[in-house]
């Protein structure tokens, strides 16, 4: 668990935090999974199990509707599943491999969801892990594909090459300057998306953003992902200049100092707050200010998820205990 | 330095801050300050001097108008001369004793203006010291007296004895849960006032209150004193109490953690909020919960404040520096 990707810091990793790439793929002879019935969700499980058997050593079998609830969750906090996949009544299936590098969802909103993930900014890397398990399975499964408009997907904005490639982004210095709205309407013009991770609209609590593309049709995997890397890339130089510009300001100085004592000593953290005064840490840790392990940071954006310490728990926590046991956990690794 | 009263821990110290008494005393053959000459201010002066003479060993002699700015604020900070006496444009002297428990204001309010401080509840003690030198002044200069009203001052609210005797409580938890306006109707009953000693109004910045004596006209000095010694046990079980009772809440206990957490690590503070934190950090350590010996935080209420720090800095500081200058002697002491 401790070497799971998002507890990684992989290349610039100060402000990319990780990579995903997720292939959308469906069976032919099957509806699409809204209009499916219980009988043909086992026989397309059942095909995919078949198609997997080879694998069983590396991929480990989910049934995400018998889990504890907390458990389920805490899979979608980590990003391993989507948030309505870790609601499901069965009927779906979920394969991890054992690094939790790379999920297949099944029966979601499309028969197959195939994600890779990675630490830090890895597009390339993770697309390749995609394709060469999008290719196995591709030998042993029928996939819907038409010349014209090549996977078939449930929902049309995902028609094409079925990806999307999405960057976690930390942008703490380019909230602070309120440039996100600016910078939301520029990617939209380049074919991607930007978004709050945590949190409503722009302002994302913890200042975690995920970049993405929205194209799908007319245009190749790999175009989209280097269009998507080039983006990447100036945003991650902005932000970095915006930290240089911040960090020369005393007052934004005292509030990192601050965020870092608060978690050393607070006994009561709710979510929100935590990942505000975590971001400021981050930035600090990732200036040279203060001395804390940018892995440390990185962990614990993913640890202090609700459903994540409950499942450290090993049982449910209502909100004053999650406060506690999340307050607890912060003084602990710093 | 180290060792002055206003650094030090006295008998309940974990409420009572200090312990002040103070004498107003005229000579007669003279009007009262206010509409004193300057030839009549030097000819008084020099009668003072005089019948001080002995005392040059133990009392040292400052001429407070002649000092820099900083270090007569920094007196009246830490109570040793009024704030108005800071202000002073000459004609006036100050006699301090070598541990700064007794001071003596030449042309004042009143001619002379006498008092002794302690650190905690220290009464009794105050008093003698006080008395001891009230009679050696009396026996080499005439005070105004009357046998009906008693000592006669300029102000008619120190007729009779003169003495306004204080003590310095330290009420987070009464100011917490609201009970100072009813306490204030309560002391005024019994002759006594209660008025917060930093900020304005009864919301104390640093829950930091006086409690003196209001009444000078028939009653003794030892009646008034042991009225508000009464008083002030009172208010110190009340706050013993109210301590106990706030302590048992997550909520508070995570605030004195916090509090702790910002001093240690801010980078700029300012005054009305370090008093704030310095307050939760010594109830913090009075209930044991925090290991901050209470000296520390006691000596920082004092050096914290504007004019010390410049004094200890040995220039005039602007704010800014200040907030710098007092956020590193906080992390430096804590």
């Known amino acids: ?29 099957f509806p699409f999974p809204d209009r499916m019935n219980a009988a043909q969700k086992q026989d397309l499980k059942d095909k995919v199990f078949a198609a997997l058997k080879d694998d ?51 029966n979601e909103e499309d028969h197959l969801r195939l994600q890779t993930f990675g ?27 038409s010349d014209r408009l090549g996977y078939l997907t449930q929902c049309p904005t995902n028609l094409g090459t079925g990806m999307r490639a999405s960057v976690m982004l930390h942008l703490p210095a380019l909230t602070e300057s309120k440039t996100i709205p600016l910078l939301a309407g520029t990617v939209s013009k380049l074919g991607l998306t930007i978004r709050g991770l945590y949190g409503e609209g722009t302002r994302a609590e913890g200042a975690v953003y995920q970049l993405s593309n929205q194209v799908t049709l007319g245009i190749t995997e790999k175009e989209a992902v280097e269009n998507l890397k080039g983006v990447a890339m100036q945003i991650v130089g902005e932000e970095r200049r915006a930290r240089e510009r911040i960090c020369r300001d005393p007052a934004y100085e005292d509030r990192i100092w601050r965020a870092l004592g608060v978690l050393k000593t607070a006994r009561l953290l709710n979510h929100k707050e935590c990942m505000r005064l ?33 499942t450290a728990a090993g049982k449910d926590l209502d909100a004053g205990e999650r406060d506690t046991a999340r307050a607890a956990l912060v003084r602990e690794r710093l």
């Not at 993770?126 to 594909?145: G, I, P, T, V, Y």
């Open 278 to 310: 975590l971001s400021l840490v981050q930035i600090g840790a990732s200036m040279g200010l203060l001395d804390v392990p940018a892995e440390t940071v990185t962990a614990l954006l993913t640890d202090v998820q609700p459903a994540t310490l409950a």
């Open 1 to 29: 668990m401790s070497t799971a990707w998002y507890r990684q810091v992989g290349s610039e990793g100060d402000v990319v935090l990780s990579t995903r790439v997720r292939l959308a793929r469906n069976l032919t002879g």
């Open 56 to 106: 069983s050593e590396s991929l480990r079998l989910f049934d995400v509707a018998a889990l504890p609830r907390r458990e389920a969750v805490s899979l979608a906090e980590r990003h391993l599943i989507s948030p309505a996949f870790a609601e499901c009544d069965g009927g779906s299936a979920l394969f991890l491999s054992e690094d939790e590098g790379l999920s297949l969802m099944v």
């Open 119 to 145: 630490a830090g900014l890895c597009l390339e890397d993770c697309l390749a892990r995609a394709d060469e398990m999008d290719s196995r399975l591709c030998d042993k499964l029928h996939f819907a594909f």
